[in-house]
């Protein structure tokens, strides 16, 4: 838990009722450890990652390990997606697998030193950006681009749906799962390198067209996560550094698909280089329309 001290911390309040951040002396994972029988481990996994945190009191972090035979265990680790990212589960999970071959070995782990920790970059980022009320700081600049960018966008996406949305946000998915050919993602790859593209802006040219063509209109808004990783000292941190862009693609006039990606990728480039401003404070700088069940700003992403 220490080597990447992510949420260590409670959150509090004073005799004022101005809330603080508690840092904890300690804090240890306690591991949960159960027998459990082979043909009732999904079922428990599921209710065990469903099984909410109390974060004013809890780590971010649960660990259970099933007992299914003599030799035959599953561990199954909890993270709250405030103290993780997708970029943090592989980092986890290097040190778990180098912890695991030392203790099978009888020796300590030997972790590489971390040159940062979390606080360090949340400091960091509190500094890098400024205040708002400064147009002249990093955030007062790229909430006037992101202003500008996103004036008079479309309240929500309009899309010939076979149901009314939902007046509340509704906790059932679905999940359809596309698998691209290889050399599908070989020639999506190789449309981009002739346009000075990337494949993703491929992708999201791709995306807005359809839903252009499934009757969204010309003005399209799709979202996407940058790593927020830019620093090389971040890359081995365990800690939630992802940001939610906007992507605002203009479809009128008709233009051939090689254009459709140029657009992409400018409208990419210009995102990237103002990814900065954490997306809720984004909102609520923006203050866009909002209802009920509707994500603010976009409605479809694509990462």
């Known amino acids: 838990m220490w080597r990447c001290a992510t949420r260590a911390a409670h959150a509090a309040e004073d005799e ?3 809330p603080y951040q508690e840092v904890l002396a300690q804090a240890h994972v306690v591991l949960d450890r159960r ?3 082979v043909d009732a481990v999904d079922a428990v996994l599921a209710a065990e990652a469903a099984r909410p945190f109390d974060l004013a009191g809890d780590l971010p972090l649960r660990a259970l390990l099933l007992d299914l035979g003599p030799d035959d265990h599953v561990l199954a680790l909890v993270v ?4 993780t990212d997708g970029w943090s589960m592989e980092r986890l999970l290097e040190d778990l697998a180098t912890a ?3 203790r099978a ?5 030997a972790f590489d ?3 940062v920790q979390y606080a360090d970059y949340a400091l960091w980022q509190r500094t890098l950006l400024g205040e708002e009320a400064d147009p002249e700081s990093l955030i007062g600049r790229q909430i006037t681009y992101w202003r500008d960018t996103l004036q008079n966008l479309p309240v ?3 899309l010939p749906l076979d149901r009314p949305r939902p007046l509340h946000p509704q906790r059932t998915v679905g999940v359809v799962p596309l698998a691209l050919p290889v050399d599908l993602i070989g020639r999506i790859e190789a449309l981009g390198r002739a346009h000075g593209a990337t494949a993703f802006m491929v992708l999201h ?3 807005s067209a359809l839903l252009s063509r499934l009757g969204a209109g010309t003005d399209i808004a799709i979202g996407t996560v940058v790593a927020g990783r830019d620093d090389a000292a971040l890359e081995a941190l365990v800690g939630f550094f992802v940001n939610t862009l906007v992507l605002r693609l203009d479809l009128s006039g008709d233009p051939d698909f090689g254009s459709l990606v140029a657009r992409s990728r400018e409208v990419c480039l210009d995102a990237y280089v103002n990814q900065d401003v954490p997306f809720e404070r984004l909102v609520d700088a923006l203050d866009p329309p909002r209802a009920p069940g509707r994500q603010p700003l976009f409605q479809t992403m694509l990462v």
Do not use: F, K, Q
């Open 100 to 102: 695991y071959r030392a």
């Open 16 to 18: 004022g009722g101005e």
């Open 156 to 158: 929500e996406l309009s």
């Open 113 to 115: 030193p971390l040159p």
């Open 205 to 207: 040219a791709a995306a």
């Open 105 to 109: 070995a009888g020796e300590a782990p």
């Open 80 to 83: 709250h997606h405030v103290a």
């Open 35 to 37: 027998t459990c029988a």
